[in-house]
């Protein structure tokens, strides 16, 4: 699946991200998917991460939920989450992909590993025969249109 | 009965239960859902009582979370 995200987007995130650094950043994204088959990215929230380690997120569900209503007030969709690795690759870690159980969700995360260079990438996971298989996304930061 | 189920309006039979609901919208992985009747959330031991009633809004929500390893 292709998906896009606005350049705006992507910068407020990942000063977000370098902002609560060591902890993990998070949040929600949301947007609508387009008949050509790609998943355009128009919101993106950021929410709490009611862990604060530098290991770990969790989004509190009341968060969540109220989230939830401003995408469905706004007229889009919800369309995954987004959240950020301080220390580690932007790849899913064993524990993402535990808890990657919405096979309808794009879950994007972002590494600040490398100072300077934040790389963000979007993956797909499902669930098949009971093993979790997880496909990268073509994802694209654009410009806002 | 009308509901509202993550947003779109749907047609359901009297007396169902969240657990039937759940089952009805062939929700993945229903031990990480968290479901919310009219904002209000519904314990996941409280599934199969809980009866949802004409003009309820449901939301069904993953649980959002992960690590770095």
């Known amino acids: 699946m292709k998906i896009t995200i606005n350049k705006s987007d992507f910068d407020r995130i990942y000063e977000h991200a370098l902002s609560v650094r060591p902890e993990e950043a998070c949040g929600l994204i949301a947007g609508v998917d387009n008949e050509d088959g790609v998943r355009e990215i128009r919101k993106v929230y950021i929410l709490t991460n009611i862990d604060h380690t530098n290991e770990h997120f969790t989004i509190d569900p009341k968060d969540q939920l109220a989230t939830i209503k401003d995408i469905r007030a706004n007229g889009l969709k919800p369309l995954g989450n987004w959240h950020s690795h301080p220390e580690s690759p932007s790849r899913p870690s064993e524990e993402d992909k535990r808890l990657a159980n919405d096979s309808n969700a794009s879950y994007l995360i972002l590494s600040l590993q490398e100072e300077g260079n934040p790389v963000l990438n979007a993956f797909h996971v499902e669930s098949v025969d009971g093993e979790k298989t997880v496909r990268k996304e073509e994802l694209i930061i654009q410009e806002e249109k | ?69």
């Open chain 2, 1 to 69: 009965m009308k509901i509202t189920v993550a947003g779109e309006k749907k047609e359901v039979a009297d007396g169902i239960t969240v657990a039937a609901l759940i089952e009805q919208e062939n929700v993945e992985t229903p031990q990480y859902v968290t479901v919310s009747i009219n904002e209000e959330f519904v314990e996941s031991g409280a599934f199969a009582d809980t009866v949802i009633k004409e003009g309820d809004e449901i939301e069904f929500l993953y649980f959002m979370g992960g690590g770095a390893f």
